[in-house]
């Protein structure tokens, strides 16, 4: 397992540099709005923090993990 996580809305994965071609899952929009969305696993913080810059910049939801800790943090009222 990784210690980072980023889940945000599928259409927005193109806007972010993957630079180690880490894993990245895809999950349907079963949910009750029906929004497709992404979880980018990582272990570099450099590279979490990349993500979560350009998704900061453009107001785009995303909820950010670490679970070495247990921690959870949303951005931007994420809604799937």
């Known amino acids: 397992m990784t210690q980072y996580e980023m889940q945000l809305l599928q259409t927005d994965v193109r806007m972010l540099m993957i630079a180690d071609g ?3 899952e895809f999950f349907p929009g ?3 709005n029906g929004k497709a969305y992404a979880a980018l696993h990582t272990n ?3 590279e979490l ?3 979560r810059e350009v998704l900061q910049a453009s107001g ?3 909820r ?4 070495a800790y247990d921690y959870r943090q949303e951005f931007n009222d994420p809604d799937w």
């Open 22 to 24: 880490g894993p990245i």
């Open 30 to 32: 079963d949910g009750q």
């Open 44 to 46: 570099s913080l450099a």
């Open 49 to 51: 923090s990349s993500w």
């Open 60 to 62: 785009r939801p995303h």
């Open 64 to 67: 950010l993990f670490n679970h």
